[in-house]
């Protein structure tokens, strides 16, 4: 991300309402590889195509805001595997984390990883450290810590079911998985804001929210997110494409000022229940019409979303989620000819 694109980011938080409304994008493994012509595995093995993949990104679509940018990552694996989850690596599929919780009498045993050694955090936070020359070179800079989020780390730990259902079974050992959950994240937020100076933002992704209810975020999520997003960061990100319907109140209260949300509420809801609070990454539908659709329909998408919300400020366009797999360069050209015609 350039200087200047991170002072628009800043000022659209602010609440400032530039002349031409900002494009941003999130992307990582399921599109960037294989928009680039190589496999997940390549991308996942090697730093130079790493390297080279999100270069042909920020060079092939200046006008976008790509976020994190230049993210390093192994999938969903990163974070479980400094617990020891197992991690399966297909040539070309997205790789999994087995679970290592296998019944809540195991929780109180469970260390808390160390994030400067444990599983693959050394290689990721290296192939920044590494490349970030590279990355300078090319006018960008490192902004974001990232992670998955509290929830979504422990449901990989246990599996989303097994996690929910001790949610209303066990509460305390769910509380218990929790608190280790969230004191491993601090840390490695912690160590990659060191590590990396340029970074002032903080981005979690964590879908499994939007698949408890109010009474359970409240319990399980809140707090934690809150303790996370209390560290120091100009841009509090949040992504979360499940549906947000019964949490997204909360999400300024716990610090958030940049939440990308799916396609379950529209802005104008979004904006009501928080009261335009913080600003919104979307949301035109990633899969059935960035990805699936044609040029004209991701236009008319666009079109469509602009002047059905009726205030733009706090508003970076993008779809509702990460970049899905198979989106063409066709079709992201289209999104942004569009803004600007509106613009």
Known sequence: MTDEQWQQLVSVIE?????????????DSPWLPNWFGISMLDYFSSEEQWLRANL?????????IFLPGFWSEFGMCTEPSAFGAKSIYWKNEFPFAEKVIHDTSEIDALEVPNAETDGLLPFMLHRLTANQDAIEDAGHAIR?????????????????????????????????????????LKEWHRLQREAIPSIDGMLM???????????????????YFEELYDLPASIK??????????SVSHYPDLGINLFNPGTHM?????????????AILGNIPPRDVLAAGSPDEVTQAVKSLLNETEDHSRLVLSSGGGMPPDVSSENIKAFIQAVKNFS
């Open 15 to 27: 609440g400032e309402i530039p002349e031409s409304i900002p494009i941003g994008f999130i992307i």
């Open 56 to 64: 042909a990104a920020i060079e092939t679509f200046p006008d976008v």
């Open 144 to 184: 974001f810590s990232v992670s998955r989020g509290p929830l979504n780390v422990a449901s990989f730990l246990m599996g989303s079911t097994e996690l929910m259902t001790a949610m209303m079974m066990e509460p305390d050992a769910v509380n218990t998985l929790m608190r280790k959950v969230t004191d491993f």
């Open 205 to 223: 992704l964590d879908d499994i929210v939007g698949f408890v209810g109010e009474d359970e975020f409240l319990e399980f999520g809140y707090p």
């Open 237 to 246: 990100f949040f992504h979360n494409d499940a549906d947000c319907t019964v």
């Open 266 to 278: 529209t802005l104008n809801e979004i904006k009501a229940v928080t009261d335009n609070r913080m």
